[in-house]
């Protein structure tokens, strides 16, 4: 089941990757966090029975770092480390504080998915709409919010 729901977001994946280059605006972070999360919702919006893939897949959240990134991959389409180095290439903070926020990105992006296909929440509709929207907005927040003092201060540190 992961291995062909994970091809399928994949697919997916690579199908928005494609309509965004053959569009050729402009890629900014939000719109390539769309193409990172929302492959499987518009999957579940054609096939209402992936949802149950979902609410599996939320339990990724609760993975040490490095066992998410190989989770991500596997259960969500290889396609995440494409759209991973296109927002990497945006952001102007340091490497090391941006694995940080794509953890937390990560994260939170599945335990949202899941969190919706538990609650038997639609994956259409107006309030699905804001759902996935207010999501983005959020992603797009936690990797390009500004760096506080408090956090250069700890970087430094961790960097001597």
Do not use: N, W
Not at 20 to 39: F, K, N, T
């Amino acid at each position: 089941m992961y291995v062909k729901r994970g091809a399928q977001i994949g697919e997916e994946r690579e199908r928005m990757l494609h309509e965004l280059d053959e569009a050729g605006g402009v890629q900014d972070v939000r719109r390539l966090c769309e193409v990172a999360v929302m492959p499987p919702v518009r999957i579940a919006r054609r096939d209402p029975e992936f949802a149950l893939f979902l609410k599996v897949v939320g339990q990724l959240v609760f993975l040490p770092g490095e066992e998410l990134r190989e989770g991500a991959i596997r259960y969500t389409g290889a396609g995440v480390g494409k759209v991973a180095k296109r927002i990497r290439a945006q952001l102007r903070i340091p490497r090391a504080l941006a694995d940080r926020r794509f953890d937390l990105m990560h994260r939170m992006a599945a335990l949202a998915l899941a969190q919706r296909a538990l609650s038997g929440g639609s994956f259409d509709g107006p309030d699905a709409e804001l759902f996935f929207e207010t999501l983005l907005d959020a992603m797009a927040a936690v990797l390009e919010g500004p760096v506080s003092p408090a956090t250069e201060r700890e970087l430094s540190r961790q960097s001597r």
